[in-house]
């Protein structure tokens, strides 16, 4: 018999049920006989049928559970779930590896770190990442070399590539490179090695950044890495290369010289790539393969301290995570798998100045250091590297349990598992659905209404939720939670679950008036497990590894359900059934939460620099409200088995409205200047000259000012009262007929970012101005325009290119000859060079299909100055300067010229 199946009668005297009339038709204990009516329709008006029972039923009364010890059992419970999760993500006790032979020294790998933060920011192309980081890196490898054992051999490159490749991150675009620079070091056997093992990092890191994180704590890692191995007396089968690349931070360059042409990359079956996302903690392996699963199970064998997941893994290949990693180099170009590690605790001051060493905990890097190591020498000496291709056979579903360990098992293997959980849920709901028709009539009825009932209560828990964040957002409160979680939690988290208890107590106090508080319980729990095995089902049909979620979500919940509906049936919701309760929902539960963690401390930083056009309190909002969704679900039947709802819904309902009172007077600043935890504002400064040339080669305007772009939704709101003349009155026009609106673009965020502000200011004059001109122009057989051109200038620039009407780009230089276009239509290409770098040359071809007046093509340049003294002006020092502590501005200069041809 099944958990509220008392008996048939009482499904008989219910709301809509069916009826019998005449002496059989005797009322059950503790209800009143039904009045006769004229039948109703199951799902509807059943209110004004039945009068409420004296105990049991709809009302609460009787024996329900007792609200007050519910509301807070649960809210213990989930309380006591969060203590664990944050147990478990605390750092490991530092050991004291320092003079322990063949041991990572964390200590060491520290020293190494604040060697290369005090060079301060390294950009590529500036002397303190091309000359006085490289020479750190050499001396200390010298220095390495010398400890080394004898049986290793360690050779060293520093490789100069120039190259370029087109790619479809940010909507698209091309990247050229010229003259960059990759320290490279091999560890080989004494006698050789046919096959290597692959570690990335970069040290460059982006401008007005030391980039503590990313990514010199990687390079000081694979540093001591290096030492470790070198100094070993185990031998290794297979080589190990460090690459040390120094313009990672350019989208991807410098991975991409290396392996396309360097020797050594013939060499590499496999590779480890670290990076980062935040600053410090734990590094999470989230992309591993592709295929490949023999690759996670090394990181499951070796690593000492796993932190990894399939989820983030397929969350940041969706493309949601507005970020890219070397990774996609080496398995795009290099068709090489491999594992992606990064940081991703604090993001909040990640690629700000903020990024400094002494933020990163030396058990972090202690943890990182064993991880990487223990993987490496694994690696080294594994059997499966030399043949890695043959082991790509399907993709491998793996998690950590709170950092303990990891399981992994391959993705058919998780088929096979995801369908077996799913029978045994349709042979349990098959049970009750297809019994002969007198007995689940009411059931089946009770079962889809119920189902109803709760993705109504869902649905409606977003709408409200999206409602307060689309009212929070036009009162320009946006962000209001950025410095304190708890005040997203307090006012959408508390909105969306006081909607689904509110609709639930509606539906049982007015349609489920005479039904058994454990029938009902039943129900709910039944219709939540077959919500869940529907996702389920759904995941594993798209072939997606995160369906194992689902699975523990399912298969846990039938098998406490199992274990616990005898008690409930024969003592109804007491003590000992609600304990048993909660320890069967302990693992889906717990681990829900571990997952919730990840998804904010990865999320909430990025709403902070998602640009203008997206509402972040909407996303939250969302977010949050799916989160109350799955964990509200298994305790749906809670509501019907208590008593009451009152005194929860009024406490909810009650801090909900404070909040909202207080996030729209202004009592939460969104950013944070405190030195122990800054959340700050980023915004961008150009101090730009602008020069529009027109199709006779004469200048047709020019202007000078500094180009403000603020990197979240709350635009300049917050800074125009300490910066009045950075108002709405300088709002930036876009120039119609220039590609990107006629604005420097650093990257091709346009899309992102369509709010600016152009203060107008003085024009620069950097001391290596940029040059750029036409150096021919040729009609081709095939009836095209071959346009070639020569540009000079700082290590940076972006080139941009618009087609008239009429005309279109056929092929060019760059990449691999077909021009991609970028978001909006225009072409981007992003343009990087070391030091002694010869002039740029490259040629597009234009497609003329109509002679038209007006030309054939615009192309534009622009010119950043990162580094040295051209980044600076006088009028941005100032500017930036009157800008409060708890901003990030990020300020250079440069020039921007536009040609039509």
Not at 150 to 172: E, K, N
Not at 478 to 488: I, K, M, P, R
Not at 499 to 528: C, M, P, Q, W
Not at 827 to 840: D, E, I, K, T
């Amino acid at each position: 018999m099944e958990w509220g199946s008392e008996s048939a009668a009482v499904r008989r005297h219910r709301v809509g049920g069916e009826r019998r009339e005449g002496p059989a038709a005797v009322p059950q204990p503790g209800r009143e006989a039904p009045v006769p009516k004229p039948p109703v329709d199951a799902c509807s008006g059943g209110a004004r049928t039945r009068k409420r029972s004296a105990g049991g039923g709809g009302g609460g009364a009787g024996t329900g559970l007792s609200e007050a010890r519910a509301a807070l059992g649960l809210a213990l419970y989930l309380l006591v779930l969060r203590a664990l999760v944050q147990l478990s993500l605390q750092q490991l006790v530092l050991r004291g590896a320092a003079g322990r032979h063949g041991e990572f020294d964390a200590g060491q790998a520290r020293d190494y770190l604040e060697h290369i933060t005090s060079i301060g920011p390294r950009t590529t192309g500036s002397p303190e990442n091309e000359i006085v980081t490289v020479r750190y890196l050499l001396e200390q490898i010298k220095l390495i070399e010398a400890q080394s054992n004898s049986l290793h051999r360690i050779s060293v490159d520093v490789q100069r590539p120039t190259g370029s490749f087109s790619i479809d991150f940010l909507g698209g675009f091309t990247s050229y490179y010229d003259n960059i620079t990759n320290v490279v070091v091999k560890l080989e056997p004494r006698d050789g090695a046919q096959h290597a093992v692959l570690a990335n990092c970069h040290f460059d890191s982006v401008a007005n950044s030391p980039g503590a994180s990313d990514d010199a704590v990687s390079c000081a890692v694979m540093l001591e890495v290096l030492h470790v191995l070198s100094a070993s007396s185990e031998p290794l089968h297979h080589a190990v290369i460090f690459l040390f690349n120094g313009a990672e931070e350019n989208v991807l360059q410098a991975s991409h010289g290396f392996i396309t042409q360097h020797p050594w990359a013939s060499l590499i079956r496999a590779f480890i790539n670290l990076e980062a996302a935040g600053v410090g903690g734990k590094e999470l392996v989230f992309q591993t393969g592709p295929e490949n699963p023999w690759l996670v199970q090394a990181y499951v064998s070796a690593a000492k301290h796993p932190f990894a997941s399939v989820v983030a893994q397929e969350v940041f290949q969706s493309g949601i995570i507005p970020s890219d990693t070397d990774f996609r180099i080496y398995r795009d170009f290099g068709n090489i798998p491999g594992i992606d590690l990064a940081f991703i605790e604090n993001g909040y001051i990640y690629h700000t100045k903020y990024d400094t060493a002494d933020r990163i905990l030396t058990d972090s890097i202690q943890r990182a250091g064993d991880n990487i190591l223990a993987v490496l020498k694994y690696l080294a000496t594994s059997d499966m590297l030399p043949s890695s291709s043959e082991y790509r056979h399907g993709n491998m579903v793996f998690f950590d349990v709170l950092g303990l360990f990891v399981i992994a098992y391959p993705s058919r293997v998780g088929t096979i598992i995801n369908c077996m959980v799913a029978m045994a849920v349709v042979l349990y709901l098959g049970k009750k659905l297809l019994q002969p028709k007198h007995k689940t009539d009411a059931y089946r009825r009770d079962f889809f209404c119920a189902l109803g009932i709760t993705l109504i209560s869902w649905f409606m828990s977003l709408v409200t939720a999206l409602i307060l964040a689309v009212f929070v957002s036009l009162t320009g409160q946006s962000l209001s939670w950025y410095s304190h979680f708890y005040v997203s939690v307090c006012l959408y988290g508390t909105a969306a679950l006081a909607k689904i208890i509110l609709i639930h107590t509606l539906a049982k106090k007015f349609y489920y008036v005479n039904a058994s508080d454990r029938y009902l319980g039943e129900v709910f729990f039944d219709t939540s497990l077959c919500v869940h095995c529907v996702s389920l089902t759904a995941l594993t049909y798209r072939g997606l590894c995160s369906a194992f979620i689902s699975a523990v979500w399912v298969a846990f919940p039938l098998l406490t359900k199992l274990c616990v509906h005898k008690d409930l049936k024969q003592h109804g919701a007491r003590g000992k059934f609600i304990a048993f309760y909660l320890l069967g929902m302990f693992i889906p539960y717990l681990y829900a939460l571990y997952l919730i963690w990840a998804v904010f401390e990865m999320f909430t930083p990025i709403l902070g620099r998602s640009g203008s056009e997206i509402p972040p309190d909407v996303v939250l909002a969302s977010i949050l409200a799916g989160c109350t969704m799955i964990l509200s679900s298994y305790f749906i039947s809670f509501i019907y088995l208590a008593k009451s709802t009152r005194k929860t819904l009024l406490a909810l309902t009650s801090v909900c409205a404070v909040t909202l009172l207080l996030v729209c007077s202004g009592a939460f600043f969104p950013y944070s200047s405190q030195p122990a935890s800054p959340k700050p504002k980023r915004v961008f400064l150009q101090h730009v000259t602008r020069t529009f040339h027109g199709l006779d080669g004469n200048v047709t305007k020019r202007d000078s000012g500094i180009w403000i772009n603020g990197f979240d939704y709350t635009g300049m709101s917050h800074i125009t009262p300490h910066i009045p003349e950075i108002n709405d009155t300088i709002r930036a026009h876009c120039e119609e007929d220039a590609p990107l609106c006629g604005f420097p673009w650093y990257l091709p965020v346009h899309f992102l970012i369509r709010k600016n502000w152009y203060l107008p200011a003085p024009e620069v004059s950097p001391g290596d101005p940029a040059h750029f001109r036409l150096v021919s122009k040729e009609q081709t057989p095939w009836d095209s325009v071959k346009l070639t051109f020569e540009a000079t200038g700082p290590s940076h620039m972006s080139f941009y290119v618009r087609t008239h009407k009429g005309s279109t780009l056929s092929q060019w230089s760059l990449g691999n000859g077909t021009p991609v276009t970028s978001k909006g239509g225009d072409y981007f290409v992003f343009y990087s060079h070391g030091l002694q770098a010869s002039a740029w040359r490259f040629w597009i071809e234009v497609q003329v299909l109509e002679e038209r007046p007006e030309g054939m093509v615009t192309v534009a340049i622009a010119a950043h100055y990162l580094s040295g003294e051209d980044k600076k002006s006088s009028e941005l020092d100032a500017l930036r300067e009157k800008f409060p502590d708890w901003t990030f501005p990020s300020a250079w200069v440069c020039t921007y010229s536009l040609f039509v041809f």
